[in-house]
């Protein structure tokens, strides 16, 4: 019997804030709720986290890095502390881009594999770029082709990966990313009655803020406010925070609030009229399927995988990337959508974006592979974890 009913392997866990590590941390804490066994192994990406700890009914196990290449922490121990954990475990859970994903996965054998496929890596083009882009993409079909399962977050976003032609011949599963719902929050600190536009996400290139805070700077109002909010500190490949101050030059009307917490994120979301995320490279866009669960209008890029959650809903704009003049032109379209507008696009999203929803298509598709929920091999907690830390 095994000890784990479900073992997630990943680069970067909690407390670090990305859209894959949000993914792989709703999904383990969520099923844990729902009484399943699960282990998470990650990366130590600060050294003041333990190796070992208990964390919302996930038992976490974390490996020590040694050095970073590009946004990928290098950890000699994570493949085979990966592996151990996986072979004690019903199914495996590799979410990737990550470097060392096809070796996992064939070291995994004989637990089944579901890889969860967020993106196709972006980095800044460089000749180094090139290369760790290669590595990583060849990781990931050998990861995908020894995989029981693959899932991706929307068809859209798998059509158009450059892994299609490995993604195509894989038993492939289009489930949408967990939201939470976060509406309910209290617009307290909204500065004034004019326009408030929103961002969350990491504070790096590939979100294009520049553009955004471009198209916002052309706005001759005094009283309007765009919120930027999220991590510029804890960026892996580096944030992009000097040139987003750059961009905002001057200007007093932007806010930089950093990263923020799940009742600000309430909060946050309460006070804007419209949010933006002009991404030039996104997966699905978690924050901003939230946004439109809380009845906040959707500014998105023509991406594969970004621009779904919009296209899904009809509940906001599909714009080019890098164009901040169509940011400013939906912007101004946007704000003045009425309650009953606003109302029909949270449904809309709440039905389809919800986390109940996702952790439904994760625990059928789990148990499809043989996973049994609940059954113990003996009372307590699996003597592999004794003197773990128990964290809050």
Same mark, same amino acid.
């Given at each position: 019997?095994?000890?784990?009913?479900? #073992?997630?392997?990943?680069?970067?866990?909690?407390?670090?804030?990305?859209?894959?590590?949000?993914?792989?941390?709703?999904?383990?804490?969520?099923?844990?709720?729902?009484? +399943?066994?699960?282990?998470?192994?990650?990366?130590?990406?600060?050294?003041?986290? /333990?190796?070992?700890?208990?964390?919302?009914?996930?038992?976490?196990?974390?490996? /020590?890095?040694?050095?970073?290449? %590009?946004?990928?922490?290098?950890?000699?121990?994570?493949?085979?502390?990966?592996?151990?954990?996986?072979?004690? %475990?019903?199914?495996?859970?590799?979410?990737? /881009?990550?470097?060392? #994903?096809?070796?996992?996965?064939?070291?995994?054998?004989?637990?089944?594999?579901?890889?969860?496929?967020? !993106? &196709?890596? +972006?980095?800044?083009?460089?000749?180094?770029?090139?290369?760790?882009?290669?590595?990583?993409?060849?990781?990931?079909?050998? @990861? $995908?082709?020894?995989?029981?399962?693959?899932?991706?977050?929307?068809?859209?976003?798998?059509?158009?990966? *450059?892994? +299609?032609?490995?993604?195509? *011949?894989?038993?492939?599963?289009?489930?949408?990313?967990?939201?939470?719902?976060?509406?309910?929050?209290?617009? %307290?600190?909204?500065?004034?009655?004019?326009?408030?536009? =929103?961002?969350?996400?990491?504070?790096?290139?590939?979100?294009?803020?520049?553009?955004?805070?471009?198209?916002?700077?052309?706005?001759?109002?005094?009283?309007? *406010?765009?919120?930027?909010?999220? &991590?510029?500190?804890?960026?892996?490949?580096?944030?992009?925070?000097?040139?987003?101050?750059?961009?905002?030059?001057?200007?007093?009307?932007?806010?930089?609030?950093?990263?923020?917490?799940? =009742?600000?994120?309430?909060?946050?979301?309460?006070?804007?009229?419209?949010?933006?995320?002009?991404?030039?490279?996104?997966?699905?866009?978690?924050?901003?399927?939230?946004?439109? $669960?809380?009845?906040?209008?959707?500014?998105?890029?023509? !991406?594969?995988?970004?621009?779904?959650?919009?296209?899904?809903?009809?509940?906001?704009?599909?714009?080019?990337?890098? &164009?901040?003049?169509?940011?400013?032109?939906?912007?101004?379209?946007?704000? =003045?959508?009425?309650?009953?507008?606003?109302?029909?696009?949270?449904?809309?999203? *709440? @039905?389809?974006?919800?986390?109940?929803?996702?952790?439904?298509?994760?625990?059928?598709?789990?148990?499809?592979?043989?996973?049994? /929920?609940?059954?113990?091999?003996?009372?307590?907690?699996?003597?592999?974890?004794?003197?773990?830390?128990?964290?809050?």
């Amino acid at each position: 019997m095994p000890e784990f009913d479900l #073992a997630v392997i990943l680069n970067y866990y909690s407390p670090y804030v990305s859209g894959l590590t949000e993914s792989a941390r709703a999904i383990a804490e969520g099923l844990a709720g729902r009484g +399943w066994r699960v282990a998470v192994v990650a990366s130590q990406h600060l050294k003041s986290l /333990p190796l070992r700890e208990r964390r919302a009914g996930v038992e976490i196990f974390r490996c /020590p890095v040694v050095t970073t290449i %590009s946004r990928g922490p290098v950890s000699p121990s994570l493949p085979f502390v990966a592996a151990r954990v996986a072979r004690m %475990s019903a199914v495996a859970n590799l979410h990737i /881009p990550m470097l060392e #994903a096809g070796p996992i996965a064939r070291m995994c054998a004989p637990t089944p594999v579901v890889t969860t496929y967020h !993106i &196709d890596l +972006w980095l800044r083009r460089s000749l180094i770029s090139l290369v760790v882009i290669g590595a990583v993409d060849a990781s990931a079909r050998m @990861s $995908m082709r020894n995989s029981a399962a693959v899932v991706v977050n929307s068809d859209d976003q798998a059509r158009y990966s *450059r892994l +299609w032609p490995t993604l195509r *011949r894989a038993n492939v599963h289009a489930i949408p990313a967990p939201c939470y719902d976060r509406a309910g929050g209290s617009p %307290s600190y909204r500065e004034t009655g004019g326009l408030h536009v =929103g961002f969350a996400g990491r504070i790096a290139a590939e979100k294009g803020l520049v553009y955004l805070i471009e198209a916002f700077r052309r706005l001759p109002e005094p009283d309007a *406010r765009l919120l930027l909010a999220g &991590d510029y500190v804890n960026v892996a490949g580096g944030s992009d925070i000097a040139r987003v101050r750059r961009a905002i030059g001057g200007d007093s009307r932007v806010r930089l609030l950093g990263l923020l917490n799940d =009742g600000q994120m309430r909060d946050f979301y309460a006070l804007i009229d419209v949010f933006a995320l002009p991404s030039i490279s996104e997966s699905f866009g978690i924050v901003q399927a939230e946004a439109m $669960m809380a009845g906040i209008p959707s500014i998105t890029t023509d !991406i594969p995988g970004g621009r779904f959650p919009v296209v899904a809903t009809g509940f906001g704009r599909v714009i080019p990337p890098r &164009d901040p003049g169509a940011i400013l032109r939906a912007i101004r379209e946007l704000r =003045g959508l009425s309650a009953e507008e606003r109302a029909a696009g949270a449904a809309a999203a *709440r @039905s389809l974006f919800s986390l109940e929803a996702c952790l439904d298509s994760y625990e059928r598709l789990f148990r499809s592979l043989g996973a049994r /929920p609940g059954a113990r091999s003996g009372p307590g907690a699996p003597p592999a974890l004794a003197g773990r830390e128990e964290a809050a």
